[in-house]
């Protein structure tokens, strides 16, 4: 037996790399990111592919070994350059993710370092960085020294635990699930809706509150539907707003919907994914006045801090609500107990396993400062406006309302033939030259074009390029139907 152990060892040693070997892998993975990041200005915001990246199904994974110069060249052409370009400062579609350099070394070290971050007795300074971090934007939305939070992949699992925790904190049976009603708006982000179907609770009426003009919750109809609600036998049981929504860039009136949550003791939300970070400016604290009544918040630092993908967080005013709605003990974790001078993760989310998300954050933070972050909110804010302010100097465009935040919407009414029906070539000529990347949207059946400013490589030539391809597409279009 200790003879085929030993053989079976060498075999399974090739997966440990010598110092040549990772100084070789290494060297060459550097490389490709340089040459990548140094001809981001050069690449395309989108690529159309026929192939679509079926290339990387001509490398099975098999017995033998590849070499990796081989496997970059399938990441080149069959990962990084089809599809959108989330990296690009041209991408200004959907909500751009960010994508910090010094990010990737975080999860570099966190990855070779492979610290457990799920219980504190594991690794605590990992999770005191994780902690350090979620106490910062506890502090940022205005919440008390009782908070706490957990760092997740997106606003997605951030809004299902939220909702979990509602209705955990509001002692709601099994049995009474039918009778419970749950108040948004149409502009919530879908994620929601999955979340209430996910928490078991899709007997839910879920209510959804009319606007304003500016897409935002009329609080008259959401004190009168509340009272109604009451009155007919019915249990309200959380208000989901939004501080920025994914479609609009919209602001829930949250210091109102605060109040009525209070008044009517319902577990109050804010899905701040999209717009949360902008509390760092003078502007956001303005809009979001009345975000620290919310019971609990989303937020993304993989939006509002230029973080890659897979960095999102919950926040809740009362920590002891997560806690007592997450927490589970095992026989075999019984070690770790004793360890309690902080949180630890795994008792705040359905999380046990986790990636140690919170140094890609922490080490920006720490490097650059937060006045840059500021800076470039700010800049958003005011390129969003600059633009919404220069697409209207194109005769037959017709904009939405003045930006709340960074997302501006609009689209091209041609003197005749179908709107709708031109936007959507609009948008598609859009994506087939690729130079930059808007997205589109629909209200009551309308076709709107979308630009969301939120990546840090976006600065006014970025903003400038796409007012001028919008036009060559526009006149374009334009002469394409003068000759139908």
Avoid at 39 to 44: F, R, V
Avoid at 101 to 129: E, H, K, M
Wanted: net charge negative.
């Amino acid at each position: 037996m200790k003879q085929q152990i030993k053989k079976l060892e060498r075999q399974a040693r090739n997966l440990e790399t010598t110092s040549q070997d990772r100084r070789s892998l290494f060297d060459q993975a550097q490389d490709y990111g340089e040459n990548f990041l140094s001809s981001l200005p050069e690449q395309k915001a989108y690529v159309e592919s026929q192939n679509k990246g079926k290339g990387v199904y001509e490398l099975p994974f098999q017995d033998s070994p590849k070499k990796f110069e081989e496997l970059l060249n399938v990441l080149q052409s069959e990962v990084d350059t089809p599809g959108l370009n989330p990296a690009s400062g041209k991408h200004a579609g959907y909500i751009p993710g960010g994508g910090l350099y010094p990010s990737a070394i975080a999860d570099y070290l966190a990855a070779v370092t492979n610290r457990y971050t799920g219980v504190f007795f594991s690794s605590p300074g990992a999770v005191r960085i994780e902690n350090m971090c979620i106490r910062w934007m506890n502090n940022l939305v205005g919440y008390p020294d009782g908070a706490t939070g957990n760092l997740t992949s997106g606003g997605s699992i951030a809004n299902l635990i939220a909702l979990v925790v509602a209705r955990d904190d509001s002692g709601l049976e099994a049995k009474d699930f039918d009778h419970a009603v749950i108040y948004t708006t149409q502009q919530v982000h879908h994620c929601v809706i999955k979340a209430i179907k996910f928490a078991g609770l899709h007997e839910d009426t879920v209510r959804t509150i009319p606007m304003d003009d500016r897409f935002r919750m009329k609080t008259e109809a959401l004190e009168d539907q509340i009272q109604s609600d009451k009155d007919q036998g019915l249990i309200p049981l959380t208000i989901f707003a939004s501080a920025g929504t994914t479609d609009l860039g919209a602001v829930d009136p949250l210091d109102e919907i605060g109040d009525i949550a209070n008044h009517h003791n319902l577990w109050f939300h804010v899905d701040a994914a999209y717009g949360g970070f902008f509390l760092l400016t003078g502007h956001g604290k303005k809009v979001m006045k009345g975000i620290q009544k919310s019971d609990s918040a989303t937020i993304d630092p993989h939006k509002g801090l230029f973080l890659p993908y897979g960095s999102g967080a919950l926040l809740v005013k009362d920590g002891q609500k997560l806690y007592d709605s997450q927490h589970m003990s095992a026989n075999y974790l019984q070690d770790t107990y004793k360890a309690t001078e902080e949180a630890s993760p795994a008792d705040l989310s359905p999380e046990l396993s986790k990636h140690f998300r919170g140094l890609r954050m922490w080490l920006p933070l720490q490097l650059f400062g937060i006045k840059p972050f500021r800076a470039a909110l700010d800049e958003k804010l005011m390129l969003t406006r600059y633009f919404h302010n220069e697409i209207q100097q194109i005769d037959g465009i017709e904009v939405g309302p003045k930006p709340e935040l960074s997302i501006a919407f609009f689209r091209y009414v041609p003197e005749s033939g179908d709107a709708n029906e031109f936007n959507k070539k609009l948008v598609d000529a859009i994506h087939r030259d690729g130079r930059v990347f808007l997205s589109s949207t629909h209200l009551d059946g309308t076709i709107y074009l979308r630009l969301a400013v939120l990546h840090f490589r976006t600065h006014l030539d970025e903003i400038e390029l796409i007012l001028s391809v919008l036009r060559e597409m526009i006149n374009k279009l334009k002469i394409e139907a003068s000759h139908t």
